[in-house]
């Protein structure tokens, strides 16, 4: 099993900044992709930026320019630089990886959620 342990959420003013840390740990093969998802009161959970193995990204329009995603692979770890948040950006924000157990089969993890709010 893949247990995955976040942190870095908390209250913050519009135009601050949060980084978001999300490590992975258990019996893996490999990891395919690391990312965060995010899910605001009374919406569906939306991709925020993933990041592959070899680096790739995908970052949402809505957050493009001022969150960045990166990875440090030794660590299996993924972080989010999240910078001028702002009052659309609060949600609980769901870090996820995917990748391959150690019997081959694929595995879809997904963290306990850390909460961000933006607030004056």
């Known amino acids: 099993q893949v247990q995955l342990v976040e942190s870095g959420g908390g209250l913050v003013q519009p135009g601050g900044s949060l980084r978001l840390s999300c490590a992975a740990s258990g019996t893996m093969f490999s990891i395919n992709a690391m990312g965060w998802y995010r899910q605001g009161p009374g919406k569906q959970r939306e991709l925020v930026a993933v990041v592959t193995s070899g680096g790739s990204t995908n970052i949402a329009d809505s957050v493009k320019g001022r969150f960045t995603i990166s990875r440090d692979s030794a660590k299996n770890t993924v972080y989010l630089q999240m910078n001028s948040l702002k009052t659309e950006d609060p949600a609980v924000y769901y870090c996820?990886?995917?990748?391959?157990?150690?019997?081959?089969?694929?595995?879809?993890?997904w963290g306990q959620g850390t909460q961000v709010t933006v607030a004056s």
């Open positions: 996820n990886v995917n990748g391959l157990g150690l019997s081959r089969r694929g595995f879809n993890s």
